[in-house]
């Protein structure tokens, strides 16, 4: 069964923290994704990665950061944590070429006070 | 850029009655459409894809959906909803012109399914 892990599925922190989210694949995906999930703005883009230490902005990059330091694990990094950024963090994988199914993880639900 | 359209926030359906949800999409070529169903407080599960051929395509759970390439619709059924599928629905596309999927998500659609 392919399997996306979320580490921590429920964070409280407060406003000025370092934030570390993780989130390992077991599938050898080369393609890894961080997404927002808001109620009525839908699930946007943080950050991608497409190799180890390549990484890519998506639409939302500003007050985040990511580390791909081996294939399988894909870090999320809130550098100073900020009330905005209370939200649902959802970490996916793919393969390379088209018409691969993304994968998703069960999410990480972040409240920052 | 592309972008995807989800109408409806919340449908509230009767168990047994059909379901159809709607999603339109902007994007200058045909692009690959996916719908995915997320439960409450789980990630997001893929119910469907569609890249070419047959316009309609046929998922999980006993959901289908239809492209129509004149509308800019790929509209999400079930002809009989289950208690089960209450649930937040995402309709997404990605581009053909990248090595894999990158893709944008639509605002969400939230069934009730009431008894």
């Known amino acids: 069964d392919v399997k996306v892990t979320q580490s921590s599925r429920y964070l409280v922190k407060r406003t000025g923290e370092k934030v570390f989210l993780e989130c390992v694949q077991d599938m050898d995906h080369e393609n890894m994704f961080w997404y927002r999930q808001d109620p009525g703005l839908g699930l946007r883009l943080i950050y991608f990665?497409?190799?180890?230490?390549?990484?890519e902005k998506g639409d939302i990059p500003e007050g985040y950061s990511v580390s791909r330091e081996k294939k399988e694990r894909f870090s999320l990094i809130l550098e100073s944590a900020s009330t905005n950024q209370t939200s649902m963090y959802l970490c996916a994988s793919t393969g390379q070429g088209f018409g691969n199914t993304i994968y998703f993880g069960e999410g990480s639900w972040l409240t920052v006070v | 850029a592309q972008s995807v359209t989800q109408p409806d926030i919340h449908i509230t359906v009767s168990e047994g009655a059909s379901l159809e949800l709607r999603c339109n999409y902007s994007y200058g070529a045909t692009p690959y459409l996916f719908w995915y169903v997320q439960s409450p407080g789980q990630g997001l599960q893929l119910l469907l894809k569609?890249?070419?051929?047959?316009?309609l395509v046929q998922g999980i759970k006993g959901f289908e959906a239809e492209f129509k390439r004149s509308q800019s619709s790929f509209n999400l059924r079930k002809p009989s909803v289950h208690w089960s599928d209450a649930a937040e629905y995402f309709c997404?596309?990605?581009?053909?012109?990248?090595?894999?999927?990158?893709?944008?998500f639509g605002t969400g659609t939230r069934l009730l399914v009431s008894p």
């Open positions: 569609y890249f070419s051929g047959d316009t």
């Open positions: 997404a596309v990605g581009p053909m012109t990248t090595g894999f999927q990158k893709l944008v």
């Open positions: 990665s497409y190799d180890v230490k390549m990484k």
